[in-house]
């Protein structure tokens, strides 16, 4: 599964390009429905088993990340690889995840 979630943090997994995503949003949603029905508002985000990422990827991760915020929800992006850091810069996504990124939990 692309998306699980363990406690306070959900674990993303993968394939995050344009040939990927389709299998991610259905476990986007089932993991956001959990997080609401948690009651808890900090979750943390690890990105650290994602394969590889591309535009579609980024911007599926942040409409998933704005309809958490929309529910209550506050995530961070931890653990984001290196080539999903240069993705972000690259894609010119780096305003869209500066004020939730974090090089370590909280």
């Not at 980024?58 to 984001?80: D, H």
Request: charged share 20%; aromatic share 10%; proline share 2%.
């Amino acid at each position: 599964m692309p998306v699980r979630i363990a406690g306070r943090v959900v674990h993303l997994e993968g394939d995050w390009t344009m040939s990927g995503v389709a299998d991610n949003i259905d476990s986007m949603v089932q993991t956001l429905n959990q997080m609401e029905s948690d009651g808890k508002n900090n979750f943390l985000i690890n990105c650290s088993q994602i394969e590889e990422t591309d535009t579609s990827g980024l911007q599926l991760l942040n409409a998933w990340v704005e309809c958490a915020k929309m529910r209550g929800i506050e995530p961070k992006l931890v653990y984001v690889t290196d080539g999903m850091l240069r993705a972000i810069n690259e894609y010119g996504f780096s305003h869209l995840f500066s004020d939730i990124y974090s090089d370590a939990y909280w």
